[in-house]
């Protein structure tokens, strides 16, 4: 529901920034940037939501040949690296944050820039949770037999 929600403002508000160029040769203030938030807050949820599901983009070309154990295997080992790789980007993410603390970018009404890209340490944060969490159930499916749901 959030998603769809800021995804409509998202649609108003460019067509209305483009209408205003084209008709009065100028845009609403502060359009741009709240454009530009959107769209990067738009994108990481829309990862959280496919992440929470297991419906985002794999390259599992040797999945498709693998079955039982030795999927669960595989599946376990890339559950592994994306945990890794979005705890490492979340660190990363935060550090980001912190210097642009230090160095307060304001943008939006006068609201500092770094308020609005801390979803980006907290997308990274809950996907590598959910990749951990999956890693685990997979692993538990190599012992016990029982499949994950959504494979």
Known sequence: MTVCVLLGFLIILACTQVAGRLLFNAGLPDADPVIYHLVLWLGLLGAILATRNREHITIDIVCRFATGKPLMAIRSLTSLFSTVICGYLSWIAVNFIKDEIEYT???????????????????????????????MEYLLAIFTGQIPSGN
């Open 105 to 135: 970018d304001v943008t939006i009404m006068s609201v500092p820039n770094w308020v609005f890209q801390l979803i980006i340490p907290i997308a990274f944060g809950i996907m590598a949770i959910r990749f951990g969490f999956q890693c």
